[in-house]
């Protein structure tokens, strides 16, 4: 084919701009947190350019100043940062889309610690969303520079005079347009700022008094940290809520790096587990919430904070999932989260079966959907049973386990003499049950409505397990794939002669019937079988009853109970 020509495309600003100006971001807001995160990359850098020993003078108390004047209708943000020189406003500020921050970085810095916020040279221009007019009074740090005003009202041309500037640091001034006025407010500034800029590592001043949080306890390292230190961490992001039942944090730079705190709440009616809770940060700066894209959906009830310059944030929704290193880092989370549920498991038994109550279902949908997941917990699933097990059996002191006020573990141990029920794994249950029926496991799929049956395998020295959460028929299709060898029955289903016949307590004749006990729960069970709301009256039990109440009828789970009693 013959080439016809070659050539570059050409941009006119004058119609690029306004396009930059009014589509750049969906969110007009945001324009604050780019001039902040600009204030905070000068300061960063001069501390940079200090450390390489080309800057002799005082950085040691760095500060951003953010004033108001709802007169005039400005808002200004200064910095005690590096400057620009006439030059560099040329260079940074006169070219859209021209970023200085990698030509630093590659001067000044290594890229894994990497806190330059800056990267694509368009946030300054973000500032036009809600600026007639913008202005920047600068003195670069460098000997003998001279101070410089740059002026521009939104069109593509601008005014670049000297200033009469005596500090290093960097003023941008926006008068605003008439319909962006409550960015004159002061209220709406110090929100902004506590959204976007609270844990940026440069105090943020209004009206003398510093606005934000300052500091990014995920950026600290684990060890230095205590469990109070993330408690209040979490009550700090979280306020008025329950404590967390766990949390883990992510600290690492390969193949991506993300840094973070990630807490599994304790679940309450309030707590919306269907959206995303994690607050996306890029180096201290708030990007979004409900980042649901980044973390594992069988961990969506997880909040806390997750920093990464490697999460592309420009992207739609769709795309980030699709993401490699997306995908990447949600794989880590999971991988953490289990770790951390594995080293609970073996530490700690009881607060791994309190975390459990809450969590349990969420690990189970993790191993149906997740293979790596599986691998790790699948061991540690536990199960309620109708065994009694003593704290004792799984090697750890008696604790006595803390119930607060409307917990569910209370709920559920309202009704049992011991602390709580007992929780199992399923390897614990066939080991110990393997004399009576080896590879056998019988459960419960609805406490309430089978109550009849799990009574009938109690009264016959039977264990059963519950499994009756809403999530619990996929998980037992997923066991009687995983565990071929295993024979999974629920307690409805069909009465095991074999077993029962082995239990030796039933086999004593009651003289009143001349039937033994076993045929006795046999009758009445399959005569529950066909009429499961069977009442019983209960003259053969009157002799009970404590009031002396005339012969009543009982349900039949009533009916086992007393029987099993007796
Ligand atoms: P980015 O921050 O992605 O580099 P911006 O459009 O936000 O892009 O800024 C463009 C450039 O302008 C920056 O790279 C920096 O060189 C310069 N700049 C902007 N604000 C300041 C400031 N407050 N102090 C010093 N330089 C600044
Ligand atoms: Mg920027």
Known sequence: ????????????????????KKSLYSDHEIFLRELVSNAVDAIEKLKMVSYAGEFSGDTSNPEITIAIDAEKNTLSISDTGIGMTADEVKQYINQVAFSSAEEFITKYQSASDRQIIGHFGLGFYSAF?????????????????????WSCDGSPSFTLEESSRTTHGTTITLTLQDEEKEYAEASRIKQLVKTYC????????MDGEQVNRQKAL?????????????LDFYRYLYPFQEEPLLWVHLNTDYPFLVKGILYFPKLRPDVDV?????KLFCNQVFVSDHCEEIIPKFLLPMRGVLDSPDIPLNVSRSALQMDRTVRKIADFIAKKVADRLKEQYNNNRQEYIRSWQDIGTFVKFGCLNDDKFKKQ????????????????ESDQPAVEVQAEEGDAWKQVSSDSKTEGPSYTTLDEYLERNKARHENQAFYCTDSVAQATYVQLHKSQ??????????????FISFLEREHTEVKFSRVDAEIDDKLIEQDKASEIVDPSTNKTRSEQIKEIFEQALNQPKLTIRTEALK????QGTPPAMVLLPEFLRRLRDM
Do not use: C
């Open 543 to 546: 002799s009970e009853d404590p």
């Open 129 to 149: 969303m809600v600026a007639k007019t913008v202005e920047i009074d600068t003195l670069s740090y460098k000997e003998g520079a001279q101070a410089v005003h």
């Open 198 to 205: 609270d844990f940026m590592p440069v105090p943020i001043k």
């Open 218 to 230: 995920w950026r600290e390292s684990p060890s230095s940290l205590t469990d109070e230190d993330y």
């Open 274 to 278: 269907t959206k995303g809770q994690i």
């Open 377 to 392: 917990l699948e061991d540690i699933i536990i199960y309620r049973t109708t065994a009694d097990l003593k704290p004792a």
């Open 461 to 474: 020295g039977l264990e059963v397990l519950f499994m009756d959460s809403f999530i619990d028929p996929h």
């Open 1 to 20: 084919m013959t080439v016809l020509e070659q050539g570059q495309i050409t941009i006119h600003t004058e119609n690029i701009f306004p396009i930059i």
